[in-house]
């Protein structure tokens, strides 16, 4: 009898554990809802700021209008693909334009940052092209990091999208801030 009573404890156990067991489909819903908040194509302009040989120059005008894509790696994580344009600039002290080629940046993380904005986050990556290495990141917005608090922003439709280059072996970065709106 003792040996029934424990056989039938421990059979209303395993019909009880479904309900003490739970799975990550909500977690993972919120993120591919955050990852559709932020897809898409958007329009508008850029200013750099360039460091180098212990000087910085801000606020350097782009001129022409650009586009940045962000498009859905998979429909199971919270990744995106960031295409970021060419640009072209005209570094202080310097009459030659310089160009930075399109980048495609995968696995970029989105993370939602409370009342409907969003921030993307990739560390340094490396793109190679025709023989250049193009070090990149995109910086996240972390209100507690003094560091990061220019970080990207997506709200609603606006974007504020901050990203760093170093193009080969220059001897600093070109730090990027595009500004537009979804098509």
Not at 60 to 86: A, F, H, L, R
């Amino acid at each position: 009898m003792k040996k029934l009573k424990i056989f039938g404890l421990m059979a209303m156990m395993c019909l009880m554990m479904p309900a003490f067991v739970s799975c990550d489909k909500d977690d993972d819903d919120d993120k591919q809802a955050d990852v559709d908040h932020v897809v898409g194509t958007y329009t508008g302009t850029m200013t750099a700021t360039v460091s180098a040989m212990g000087q910085v120059w801000d606020n350097i005008d782009m001129p022409d209008g650009y586009v940045v894509k962000i498009t859905k790696k998979d429909n199971s994580s919270n990744k995106v693909t960031v295409e970021i344009p060419q640009c072209s600039y005209t570094p202080p002290m310097s009459e030659k334009v310089e160009t930075i080629p399109a980048l495609t940046i995968n696995d970029v993380e989105v993370e939602s940052i409370g009342n409907g904005m969003y921030s993307l986050d990739k560390d340094d990556c490396t793109i190679p092209i025709d023989g250049v290495q193009y070090k990149v990141e995109i910086y996240d917005y972390d209100k507690d990091d003094t560091h990061r608090e220019d970080g990207t922003t997506i709200s609603g439709r606006y974007i504020r999208l901050v990203y760093s280059v170093v193009p080969g072996k220059m001897p600093g970065n070109i730090n990027f801030t595009f500004t537009g709106t979804l098509n």
